[in-house]
T-cell receptor, first 116, second 114 residues
Framework: DAGVIQSPRHEVTEMGQEVTLRCKPI?????LFWYRQTMMRGLELLIY????????DSGMPEDRFSAKMPNASFSTLKIQPSEPRDSAVYFC??????????????FGPGTRLTVL | AQSVTQLDSQVPVFEEAPVELRCNYS??????LFWYVQYPNQGLQLLLK??????LVKGINGFEAEFNKSQTSFHLRKPSVHISDTAEYFC????????????FGGGTRLMVKP
């Protein structure tokens, strides 16, 4: 299994530009999570999808951020326009959610975003 | 809502010494508890988890953690650390009605010195 795949691994852009981060979850997983990691705020959950439907987006910072999951094998996180304070490492994670107990989240390697 | 506190942002320790990384949580309902490890420039990897049953949980790489409900703690321990254990360690909690959503602590950087 290839694990969770994220692209690009590194992104450097200028303030005001649109940024799109991509994630391919593990095949068969039905839950997908986007996290942001910064020194100041640690790891924050941005949004959570279950069966391609956004369940909780309360962590999305503001309207400049949007996330989509058009199918079970692909998700995007878009920032438009980007600002320097968006610089962070963005992680995608996936899991197989069932009706009971808990199922492990598997994390991708992350995308390091730098906004100049 | 739940929260997680990792009291130590950095823990320096010599190789082969024991280590304990502290984690306390707050929640109004039953929870699942986790420790993740993050090596430099990598994603997070699950070390161990507590879902139910025995309060002493053993994980990978010789780590273990003990769930203490009365003290709302889930401290991580290893009797003898190696240089390769140098990494960031995150404690996380999921309320068991929260659909696998995790809340992470701020992380503890374990620095193992020769």
């Amino acid at each position: 299994d290839a694990g969770v795949i994220q692209s690009p691994r590194h992104e450097v852009t200028e303030m005001g530009q649109e940024v799109t981060l991509r994630c391919k979850p593990i095949s068969g997983h039905n839950s997908l999570f986007w996290y942001r990691q910064t020194m100041m705020r640690g790891l924050e959950l941005l949004i959570y999808f279950n069966n391609n439907v956004p369940i909780d987006d309360s962590g999305m910072p503001e309207d400049r951020f949007s996330a989509k999951m058009p199918n079970a094998s692909f998700s995007t996180l878009k920032i438009q326009p980007s600002e320097p304070r968006d610089s962070a490492v963005y992680f995608c994670a996936s899991s197989l959610s069932g009706s009971s107990s808990y199922n492990e989240q598997f994390f991708g390697p992350g995308t390091r975003l730098t906004v100049l | 809502a739940q929260s997680v506190t990792q009291l130590d942002s950095q823990v320096p320790v010599f190789e082969e010494a024991p280590v304990e990384l502290r984690c306390n949580y707050s929640s109004s309902v039953s929870v699942y508890l986790f420790w993740y490890v993050q090596y430099p420039n990598q994603g997070l990897q699950l070390l161990l988890k507590y879902l139910s049953g025995s309060t002493l949980v053993k994980g990978i790489n010789g780590f273990e953690a003990e769930f203490n409900k009365s003290q709302t703690s889930f401290h991580l321990r290893k009797p003898s650390v190696h240089i390769s254990d140098t990494a960031e360690y995150f404690c996380a909690v999921s309320e068991n009605n929260a659909g696998n959503m995790l809340t992470f602590g701020g992380g503890t950087r374990l620095m193992v010195k020769p």
